[in-house]
C-alpha cells in the first residue's frame, strides 16, 4: 500500500468521521511522516483526542488497530524518509544568528523540500492529464490565491494551452462558472483563510461533473473533498501570509510538463508571442 493510498484512505472516510476522530484524521495528515516515531499515547495528545478515538480511528479506515496503521506508515515512508533535501539551507556563517533574509530563505527553502518530498507524482500526472484533456482551463482564487492563479493562467497560455483566470472584480465566481460545461477543467487554488467562495465554487462545478484540480496547503483542506485531484504545497510563512514560493515552483512544472507534451506546439506559441513583444518595443 502506497503512502498516499492510505491518506487517499483517509480523505475518503472523512466526512464519516465524528468530530473527535476527524482531530486524529487532521493531525495524521498533517503530521504523516512523524507517524511511525510516535506511540498511540502522544499522538492522543497531540491531537486533542483520546487513545481510544486514535484506536477507532484507524478501524474506521480499515485497519485492525493503530500498531497496523502506523507500521503500514513507516513501511511506505522509508523510501521518502532516505531521500535527501533537494536544496540546502543557506548558512549564515559570519553572524551568530540569521538575519531577516536568511530567516526567509531558510523558510522558502524548508517549503519547496517538504512539498516536492512528498507530493504525489501521479497526482501531478493526472494534473496534467486533466489540462491536456480540457477544452479551457479555468484558474481561480482570492487574495494571493488569484495572483497565482493568473500567473498559472498566463503560463498555460504561453505554451499553447488555453485558459482562462476566473476574475473577481466583475462578477461572482458562481455567476462565472455558468459558462463552465463538462468539457472544461477547473484549478482552484485555496490557502488560509479558506474562501468561502472558492469552496462553492468548487463544490458547484464539481455538481455539474466537470473536473477539478485543487492546489491547497494540507490534504485536509475543505476544497481537497470536492476535487478530482489535490496537489499539496507547503506555504508557512513568517508572517501571517503564505508564502508563495513551493506554489510558484508547482505552477512553473505543471506549465513545463504541459509544453513537453506538445513541444511543436509550445515553441510556436512562445516564439509567436516574442515577436508579438518585439513589435510593442519602442525603436
Known amino acids: 500500500m502506497k503512502h498516499d493510498k492510505i491518506k487517499e484512505q483517509i480523505r475518503e472516510n472523512y466526512n464519516k468521521l465524528s468530530k473527535n476522530l476527524q482531530l486524529v484524521a487532521d493531525f495524521f495528515i498533517e503530521n504523516f511522516d512523524k507517524i511511525p516515531f510516535l506511540s498511540v499515547q502522544e499522538i492522543a495528545k497531540k491531537s486533542g483526542a483520546s487513545v481510544a478515538s486514535v484506536v477507532r480511528f484507524a478501524q474506521k479506515i480499515g485497519f485492525t488497530g493503530f500498531a497496523e496503521i502506523r507500521n503500514a506508515v513507516a513501511k511506505n ?21 540569521e538575519d531577516i533574509l536568511t530567516s526567509v530563505a531558510n523558510q522558502d527553502i524548508q517549503n519547496i523540500n517538504e512539498t516536492f518530498k512528498v507530493i504525489s507524482r501521479g497526482d501531478f500526472k493526472k494534473t496534467v ?8 482551463v479555468y484558474t481561480a482564487g482570492l487574495g494571493i490565491s488569484f495572483l497565482l492563479s493568473r500567473i498559472l493562467s498566463y503560463q498555460l497560455n504561453q505554451v499553447g494551452v488555453r485558459s482562462h483566470a476566473m476574475q473577481h472584480d466583475t462578477s461572482p465566481f458562481l455567476e462565472q462558472a455558468l459558462l463552465m460545461d463538462e468539457n472544461d477543467l477547473l484549478v482552484a487554488l485555496s490557502y488560509p483563510p479558506y474562501s468561502i467562495e ?16 485543487v ?18 504545497v507547503k506555504s508557512e510563512n513568517m508572517l501571517f501570509t503564505n508564502s508563495f514560493a513551493a506554489i510558484s515552483v508547482l505552477i512553473n512544472a505543471i506549465a513545463t510538463q504541459c509544453a513537453c507534451r506538445d513541444y511543436d506546439k509550445a515553441q ?11 513589435s510593442l518595443v519602442e525603436i
Open 198 to 213: 472558492t469552496l462553492d465554487l468548487v463544490k458547484a462545478v464539481k455538481e455539474k461533473g466537470i473536473k477539478v484540480v
Open 268 to 278: 510556436k506559441m512562445i516564439g509567436a508571442s516574442n515577436e508579438i513583444q518585439k
Open 215 to 232: 492546489i491547497t496547503d494540507k490534504p485536509a483542506a475543505p476544497a481537497t473533498f470536492h476535487a478530482d485531484v489535490s496537489l499539496v
Open 77 to 97: 515512508l522509508q523510501k521518502h524518509l532516505k531521500t535527501e533535501d533537494r536544496f540546502p539551507l543557506i548558512k549564515e556563517s559570519e553572524k551568530d544568528g
Open 129 to 136: 492529464d486533466l489540462i491536456f484533456g480540457s477544452k479551457l
